[in-house]
């Protein structure tokens, strides 16, 4: 897993800004699931194809969705 994606599930209005963004096509709109206000959250569907690009949270207009990525390591020069 290169990265990994958390939606506040209760604060998601659904507005689907992200899906379109996500360039592995991993997040949908839970329509099994209805938050607090109402709303269908977004979530993710297979997490392992996450690449922790971010274009999912830096498009998100109420900043509910964090992005983490896997620390690159510097292969030591000989």
Known sequence: MKGKVEFRSDWC???ELCI??????????DES?????????ATVSEME??????????ICPDSI??????????????
């Open 13 to 15: 209005k659904g507005c």
């Open 20 to 29: 379109p963004v996500c360039p592995v096509d991993i997040i949908f709109i």
């Open 33 to 41: 699931v209805t938050n607090s206000k109402g709303y269908h959250p």
């Open 49 to 58: 194809k996450c690449i922790g690009c971010a274009n999912c949270g830096r």
């Open 65 to 78: 969705i964090t992005v983490w990525r896997e620390k690159r390591v510097k292969k030591a020069e000989k």
